[in-house]
Nanobody, 124 residues
Framework: QVQVVESGGGLVQAGGSLRLSCTASGLRFDDYNMGWFRQAPGKEREGVSCISWSGAITYYADSVKGRFSISRDNAKNTLFLRMNSLKPEDTAMYYC?????????????????WGQGTQVTVSS
């Protein structure tokens, strides 16, 4: 049984930082591209960042480029999202997903396994 669990969310002031983690079990982690998504109240879910199975390829949404950094530790079946210079508009539920498209033509598409999310709230 596949399990995906996010952690690391919380309340932070604008300009602050957080690091999200996502652990996956029940699958061969290094077989999968991974991604972070977010959904704010009243808005559609959007792709934030993705990383290829090896970690060699990454993509970011324009809204987070230069502020967020995705990485992975395949030995520990863990995905990370380092978020710096946080803004109130980054407030959302953040989700981790496995088997996500991560090429120029299909980035942020798909996602076979999803976590329950971790809430990030940025106060102004």
């Amino acid at each position: 049984q596949v399990q995906v669990v996010e952690s690391g969310g919380g309340l932070v002031q604008a300009g602050g930082s957080l690091r999200l983690s996502c652990t996956a079990s029940g699958l061969r982690f290094d077989d999968y591209n991974m991604g972070w998504f977010r959904q704010a109240p009243g808005k559609e879910r959007e792709g934030v960042s993705c990383i290829s199975w090896s970690g060699a390829i990454t993509y970011y949404a324009d809204s987070v480029k230069g502020r967020f950094s995705i990485s992975r530790d395949n030995a520990k079946n863990t995905l990370f999202l380092r978020m710096n210079s946080l803004k109130p508009e980054d407030t959302a539920m953040y989700y981790c997903a496995a088997s996500v498209g991560c090429t120029t033509t299909n980035k942020f598409r798909g996602g076979s396994y999803w976590g329950q999310g971790t809430q990030v709230t940025v106060s102004s």
